[in-house]
């Protein structure tokens, strides 16, 4: 019974996390982030270009421009900017994380993810399995 509680509100917040994905400004793939604990958001981010900067994430060869942020990064680092702690969290996000933003996610203490695409590479999956954080995949549909 709790299990399933946990399985509907997990697929809520992916469904949301894919709502969000969409204010990014990227044309290749737009992927979408929340931070949740306790049953509140307490952080978001999509994938895009830092503050001040142009809403553009590709070059003119469809390339993604070195400097854009990933979702996840974008949302541990806007909780860096307030008074919440990530300590304990889940993190859900559209695609799975990549070695870099793995490392964020380890050191911000949040202790689940859940993701609903995979993402080519597996290295920061594995990195976050080593690390004892729970990973999960879900399909909301």
Request: glycine share 6%.
């Amino acid at each position: 019974m709790q299990e399933d509680k946990q399985y509907k509100l997990d697929c809520r917040y992916v469904r949301m996390a894919r709502i969000w994905a969409e204010n990014s400004y990227c044309q290749r793939r737009q992927v979408g982030a929340l931070v949740v604990k306790n049953k509140a958001i307490i952080s978001d981010g999509y994938n895009g270009t830092p503050s001040g900067f142009e809403n553009v994430c590709e070059d003119e060869n469809n390339v993604t421009k070195p400097y854009v942020l990933h979702a996840e990064a974008n949302a541990i680092t806007k909780l860096a900017r307030s008074h919440n702690s990530s300590d304990g969290a889940t993190l859900y996000i559209t695609a799975s994380p990549c070695i870099e933003c793995a490392k964020l996610i380890i050191q911000a203490g949040i202790k689940r993810v859940v993701y609903s695409e995979k993402y080519r590479l597996e290295d920061g999956l594995n990195l976050l399995k080593r690390a004892g954080i729970e990973v999960e995949y879900i399909n909301p549909e």
